[in-house]
Antibody, heavy 120, light 110 residues
Framework: QVQLQESGPGLVKPSETLSLTCTVS????????WSWIRQPPGKGLEWIGY???????HYNPSLKSRVTVSVDTSKNQFSLNLTSVTAADTAVYYC??????????????WGQGALVTVSS | QSVLTQPPSVSGAPGQRVTISCTGS?????????VHWYQQLPRTAPKLLIY???NRPSGLPDRFSVSKSGTSAFLAISGLQAEDEGDYYC??????????FGGGTKLTVL
């Protein structure tokens, strides 16, 4: 079955760019939607944005100005860039497959998550 | 502040039934968008629990059930077991253009 694994720096300085990559194994990235979701420590979940394998994207309006999600189908990977980070961006970042069917969307499966701390 | 509102915590004794509410508005649940539910066990990633309003992934016991009314959705867990302890999240779509989650409910099995 499909498995996802996040990778990237665990510490980012304020005002810099957070970059993470999600590697998809056990299945192809083609023909599906892929999302990033984050969870600040002790808090709830926030959807960041998705990318379709073809490269089309859709972002959370609250983060849109700072987010870029890209895909590399040759490597079965997709990536997240979040610019101008602050301490409020400290969170566990999850990648997930966004399942789209009959006009509804859910997230399954999820990666194990990557904690990113924003601190100088 | 989450778009969907859940109670911070619920608890119940083994064997009992508990219900977790998820309250939204006319721009998400009230607009007819489906509600999905996730379970997050301690120190793990969220896992899909129920999707498409009432569908369970294979292997999930029928102790978990859902319902929906107006701008709210509900997750009921009957025959509580110790392994049910964890956080539960609801998720829907909001017409502002974003998929949204509840703030999560911590279930404690007494």
């Amino acid at each position: 079955q499909v498995q996802l694994q996040e990778s990237g720096p665990g510490l980012v300085k304020p005002s810099e760019t957070l970059s993470l990559t999600c590697t998809v194994s056990g299945g192809s990235i083609n023909n599906y939607y892929w999302s990033w979701i984050r969870q600040p420590p002790g808090k709830g979940l926030e959807w960041i944005g998705y990318i379709y394998y073809s490269g089309s994207t859709h972002y959370n309006p609250s983060l849109k100005s700072r987010v870029t999600v890209s895909v590399d189908t040759s490597k079965n990977q997709f990536s997240l860039n979040l610019t101008s980070v602050t301490a409020a961006d400290t969170a566990v970042y999850y990648c997930a497959k966004q399942v789209t069917t009959s006009g509804t969307n859910w997230f399954d499966p999820w990666g194990q998550g990557a904690l990113v701390t924003v601190s100088s | 502040q989450s778009v969907l509102t859940q109670p911070p915590s619920v608890s119940g004794a083994p064997g009992q039934r508990v219900t977790i509410s998820c309250t939204g508005s006319s721009s998400n649940i009230g607009a007819g968008y489906d509600v999905h539910w996730y379970q997050q066990l301690p120190r793990t990633a969220p896992k899909l629990l129920i999707y498409g309003n009432s569908n369970r992934p294979s292997g999930l016991p029928d102790r978990f059930s859902v319902s929906k009314s107006g701008t709210s959705a509900f997750l009921a867990i009957s025959g509580l077991q110790a392994e049910d302890e964890g956080d539960y999240y609801c998720q829907s779509y909001d017409s502002s253009g974003s998929w949204v989650f509840g703030g999560g409910t911590k279930l404690t099995v007494l």
